[in-house]
């Protein structure tokens, strides 16, 4: 009886860690399918590597979707700017910031403001997107992320046009460049979207 015993349980453990590798096999090429799309559509972006590292920690949940690659797109890029917005508001109360500095930073934060609107906008509306809607909803989508694209680099004019020097200059840059080029992406995966749906 135990060496029958013994003899089952060494089946079931064999036949255990063959369903487990086989799961694990599934779920790599599973996985590897998911990056692959992330990586293959953010090469049409402008800044495919910053795409690519923005959106390849929610592959899980993008899986070979383009819907939910380009809305997750737009959710990275908002939360980016949120927190670019709250970041300089809190330098603009901390920092001993010159007059002109001062007008250009809180011209830029209600720049950000309006951005972080735009993005929810376009966010609403693709929850709403749906076949017989889609070529206007797309369209709506398209300007407010262009006019999000275009309150960043107006950001960042305001700072080159005062001449800003030291590090607020170069803290404020940093950010509203990579805030601009993430949305710069998303605008490039909205707009693939809607030609992918013709």
């Known amino acids: 009886m135990e060496v029958f015993s013994s003899k089952t349980l060494l089946i079931v453990i064999a036949f255990s860690l063959i369903i487990t590798n086989s799961y694990q096999a599934n779920e790599r090429q599973y996985q590897q ?57 809190s330098l603009a109360k901390t920092r001993e910031l010159k007059p002109r500095e001062t007008a250009a930073m809180k011209d830029c934060i209600e720049l950000l403001s ?29 300007t407010w992320v262009s006019a999000a694209l275009t309150d960043q680099s107006t950001c960042s004019d305001g700072f080159e046009e005062i001449n800003a020097t030291g590090d607020i200059k170069t803290i404020v840059q940093v950010k509203i460049v990579q805030v601009a080029q993430l949305t710069s992406n998303a605008l490039a995966l909205i707009n693939k979207l809607a030609t992918s749906h013709g």
Do not use: G
Not at 114 to 138: P, V
């Open 33 to 89: 399918a998911n990056t692959l799309f992330i990586r293959t559509s953010c090469s049409s972006t402008t800044y495919p590597r910053l795409c690519y590292a923005s959106l390849v920690k929610h592959a899980n949940s993008i899986q070979t979707n383009r819907f939910l690659l380009t809305d997750t797109a737009l959710n990275v890029t908002l939360a980016t700017v949120k927190s670019t917005w709250a970041m300089m508001s």
């Open 114 to 142: 309006d951005s972080i609107d735009e993005l929810r906008k376009s966010i609403n509306e693709m929850s709403r997107l749906r076949t017989s809607n889609f070529e206007l909803t797309m369209s709506d989508i398209q």
